[in-house]
T-cell receptor
Framework: QQKVQQSPESLIVPEGAMTSLNCTFSDSASQYFAWYRQHSGKAPKALMSIFSNGEKEEGRFTIHLNKASLHFSLHIRDSQPSDSALYLCAVSPDSGYNKLTFGKGTVLLVSP | ETAVFQTPNYHVTQVGNEVSFNCKQTLGHDTMYWYKQDSKKLLKIMFSYNNKQLIVNETVPRRFSPQSSDKAHLNLRIKSVEPEDSAVYLC??????????FGPGTRLTVL
């Protein structure tokens, strides 16, 4: 069964800093890798996703995937207080209907 | 902007009671899901339906049963709730195998 682990559990960074969040997974046949963000009391919302090795950048956010290392990450450039939230990584298996497995999350606090 | 609707927002009940939660999506998606998010924020899938057919049924107690009348609606019934059922129940939908859109959740408290 897929195991997804995130680190760190929580993180405090000053406004303007670079934030890096990590996610490891156990199933090397996994196909879809995503980051979701959940503000307190709100619904989780998809932030970014990637399918193949490499990097993808969207605005201040970059996702990086290394399938051989069973690892992907999210980097937030110029972190803002509004980025403070719970960040959940999610991994989907190789085939069949969607069955996302989520990590336990990283709580990010960006201090003004 | 909300396209996945859940009712009620909150529900407080006593051990042994039956509860039902409703979910509706207006995105035209074919697949809907129920997740449980516990007090430590861990999100675990419970059920998944595709076009009214059950396709994923994780190991959940038998007192939990999903109900789908059409592809836009997926309800969740819990017979005889127990204290460990206290959690936020999140409904989601997706068009394909990947990105899922979540509702705001129903917070259940079992006394």
């Amino acid at each position: 069964q897929q195991k997804v682990q995130q680190s760190p559990e929580s993180l405090i960074v000053p406004e303007g800093a670079m934030t890096s969040l990590n996610c490891t997974f156990s199933d090397s046949a996994s196909q879809y890798f995503a980051w979701y963000r959940q503000h307190s009391g709100k619904a989780p919302k998809a932030l970014m996703s990637i399918f193949s090795n490499g990097e993808k950048e969207e605005g201040r956010f970059t996702i990086h995937l290394n399938k051989a290392s069973l690892h992907f990450s999210l980097h937030i450039r110029d972190s803002q207080p509004s980025d403070s939230a719970l960040y959940l990584c999610a991994v989907s298996p190789d085939s069949g209907y969607n069955k996302l497995t989520f990590g336990k999350g990283t709580v990010l606090l960006v201090s003004p | 902007e909300t396209a996945v609707f859940q009712t009620p927002n909150y529900h407080v009940t006593q051990v042994g009671n039956e509860v039902s939660f409703n979910c509706k999506q207006t995105l035209g998606h074919d697949t809907m899901y129920w997740y449980k998010q516990d007090s430590k924020k861990l999100l675990k899938i419970m059920f998944s339906y595709n076009n009214k057919q059950l396709i994923v049924n994780e190991t959940v107690p038998r007192r939990f049963s999903p109900q789908s009348s059409d592809k836009a609606h997926l309800n969740l019934r819990i017979k005889s709730v127990e204290p460990e059922d206290s959690a936020v129940y999140l409904c989601a939908s997706s068009r394909d195998k990947y990105e899922q859109y979540f509702g705001p959740g129903t917070r259940l408290t079992v006394l």
